[in-house]
């Protein structure tokens, strides 16, 4: 079994937007489900919820193109 292992270190997003909808996560397309899947995962390490980071990613109100979140120790900023 593993142990969750507490890291000290940011983990960065970076989110295709189509249509104000995230549709890739690190350049991999993937449908919602796959999406808050991968996104949920790579959450677990810095206490952030995928729902903080959908919000945040709505908030910026872009439409298409990337954009770059950073999570750390329970925030969520862009980068």
Same mark, same amino acid.
């Given at each position: 079994m593993q142990k969750s292992i507490a890291?000290? @270190?940011p983990t960065y997003l970076e989110l295709g937007l189509k249509n104000g909808e995230v549709y890739t996560v690190n350049g991999k397309e993937l449908n919602d489900e796959g999406i808050k899947?991968?996104?949920?995962?790579? @959450?677990e390490e810095v206490?952030?919820?995928v729902e903080d980071v959908l919000s945040?990613?709505?908030?910026?109100e872009k439409n298409d193109g990337a954009v770059t979140l950073k999570l750390h120790n329970g925030a969520v900023s862009t980068f």
């Amino acid at each position: 079994m593993q142990k969750s292992i507490a890291t000290d @270190c940011p983990t960065y997003l970076e989110l295709g937007l189509k249509n104000g909808e995230v549709y890739t996560v690190n350049g991999k397309e993937l449908n919602d489900e796959g999406i808050k899947h991968v996104i949920g995962y790579l @959450c677990e390490e810095v206490n952030v919820k995928v729902e903080d980071v959908l919000s945040k990613v709505r908030a910026m109100e872009k439409n298409d193109g990337a954009v770059t979140l950073k999570l750390h120790n329970g925030a969520v900023s862009t980068f």
